[in-house]
């Protein structure tokens, strides 16, 4: 089975990495699905300026052992 990332706020897959950050810190960061997204942004704007990145699931990872 396939290892997903879910959202932090709830168990829906996350598409957004949204943080908040001030040069030099990150002081927020979360996984977001698209209906919980927003109130993931207020969070990171009271933290700092927001940057958004859509999150994608890279191809699978080989093993490592």
């Known amino acids: 089975m ?4 879910t959202c932090s706020s709830c168990r829906r897959s996350a598409t ?4 908040g950050r001030v040069p030099g810190r990150t002081l927020y960061a979360a996984l977001s699905c698209g209906p ?3 109130r993931h ?8 300026p927001v940057t ?3 999150y ?4 699978e990872q080989a093993a490592l052992f």
């Not at 396939?2 to 990332?5: E, Q």
């Open 2 to 5: 396939p290892w997903v990332s």
């Open 16 to 19: 957004l990495v949204i943080t």
């Open 36 to 38: 919980c997204a927003p």
């Open 41 to 48: 942004r207020e969070k990171a704007r009271a933290a700092g």
């Open 52 to 54: 958004e990145e859509p």
């Open 56 to 59: 994608g699931q890279s191809e």
